[in-house]
C-alpha cells in the first residue's frame, strides 16, 4: 500500500470501491474506517487468521456497511457468496460484481427487468425492451437515459 498517503476515511473508501482490491488493501482500508469502532477491529483481527475464502464470505455476511460493502463490490468475494445475498439493498452492489453468476444474475433479471436499469453494463437488448415496452413512463425514460449512458 502507498506509504505516503494519509491514512482517513476518503482514502479507506476508495479501496473499498476498487473491485480488484486486494484482501491486505481492504483489510487495511476497514481498519482505518473503522478505527475508532472497537468491535469492528476485534472482527478483523479474529478474521485475520481465517483463510480467503472465509474471510471474503464473513465480510459479505456482516451487518457492518462497509464490511459487507467491500466484499460485495470486490472480485476476491466468491461467487456462491454474491449469489446467496437476500437483501434487495445490496444486489445491486453484489449484481454489478463480474463474479455473479451469470445463471443467477438472468434469473433475478427476469424476475425483475427494472434491475438491468442499475447494473453498470446491463445487457443492452434488456434495456432496449425496457425503453420501448417499459410499463410506465418513468421506467421508459429511465431506460432511455441509461442508454444514453451507455452509447
Not at 473499498?16 to 488493501?25: D, K
Not at 478505527?35 to 469492528?40: E, G, Q, R
Not at 451469470?102 to 445487457?123: F, I, M, Q, T, W
Amino acid at each position: 500500500l502507498q506509504q505516503n498517503t494519509p491514512r482517513n476515511d476518503i482514502w479507506a473508501k476508495f479501496f473499498l470501491r476498487q473491485e480488484n482490491s486486494s484482501r491486505a488493501q481492504v483489510d487495511e482500508a476497514l481498519r482505518v474506517y473503522y478505527a475508532l469502532d472497537p468491535d469492528a477491529l476485534a472482527q478483523l483481527d479474529v478474521l485475520a487468521k481465517q483463510p480467503d475464502r472465509i474471510w471474503w464470505s464473513t465480510l459479505a455476511k456482516s451487518n457492518l456497511t462497509f464490511f459487507k460493502f467491500g466484499a460485495l463490490n470486490n472480485r476476491h468475494t466468491p461467487p456462491a457468496v454474491l449469489a446467496a445475498e437476500i437483501d434487495p439493498e445490496w444486489w445491486i452492489v453484489a449484481m454489478n460484481n463480474p463474479r455473479f453468476p451469470v445463471d443467477v444474475l438472468k434469473a433475478r433479471l427476469k424476475r425483475d427487468p427494472l434491475l438491468a436499469l442499475e447494473l453498470v453494463n446491463p445487457e443492452l437488448d434488456l434495456v432496449r425492451q425496457l425503453a420501448l415496452n417499459g410499463k410506465t413512463r418513468a421506467i421508459r425514460e429511465q431506460a432511455m437515459r441509461k442508454l444514453d449512458e451507455l452509447y
